[in-house]
């Protein structure tokens, strides 16, 4: 069994409240969910609405799959309008 995990801090350059924070990531977590089939959350900087910090994971049998599907979680994330990833962690166990 493999499980990756990933560690996104995201900057939402256009968020000018918590209002708009929320809109963004609730779009952006949602879609992310039933795209890849993983767990996700915002797991830090909640009261901060230019930035959060986004904990991702998943579980396989194959730990290429794993890697090619947290691979594409990155990219998605990455071309998500109104968001920029300014780092990513990625761990497999």
Not at 81 to 93: A, Q, T, W
Request: proline fraction near 0%.
């Amino acid at each position: 069994m493999v499980v990756g995990i990933l560690t996104l801090e995201l900057l939402l350059a256009g968020a000018e409240s918590l209002k708009d924070k929320r809109k963004v990531l609730k779009s952006l977590l949602e879609r992310l969910k039933h795209r890849f089939n993983i767990s996700v959350a915002e797991v830090g900087r909640q009261d901060n609405w230019k930035y959060s910090t986004v904990g991702i994971s998943a579980v396989s049998g194959d730990m290429s799959y794993m890697q090619n599907i947290l691979d594409s979680v990155v990219r998605f994330v990455e071309n998500h309008n109104g968001v920029e990833v300014i780092s990513v962690e990625k761990e497999l166990l």
